[in-house]
């Protein structure tokens, strides 16, 4: 009995370290000033970047993002077996600006890099997966 306590106990724990260690992966930032996001004014207008696919960073698709003054959004993307199209709103808290569509989530954080702007987008998808990208005007 005590061999399948301690068993589970491993399990439990190596599940958890899992999940800490996949949600630490979408925290990566760049390494430049975070630039506190009060209005879409300041994230309106066309971004693109390429996205890549978490943990292992290997690039995915090139997106192209739209993003009104009025908190919607629009974007394109082109992986290697289709065309993704969507669109969705946004909302504002806490200096971040977030996205939630049909087929996922994600976070929007403004960088500074040497005077330019860098939007980051951290998405977290329906079907299990993760994606980074680092856009620009």
Partial sequence: MKGHIKAWTFL???WIMAISLGCGALQARPDT???PISSFEQVAGTWEGVSKRLPDMREDAWVILIISEKGFFKFASNRETELLLGTGTLTILE????AKTGTGTATFTLHDKV???VLVVE???NDGLHYYLEMTR
Avoid: H, Q, T, Y
């Fill in 12 to 14: 439990a724990l190596a």
């Fill in 115 to 117: 005077g330019n702007l």
């Fill in 95 to 98: 200096g971040r600006v977030f």
């Fill in 33 to 35: 000033p975070l630039v």
């Fill in 123 to 125: 998405a977290s998808l």
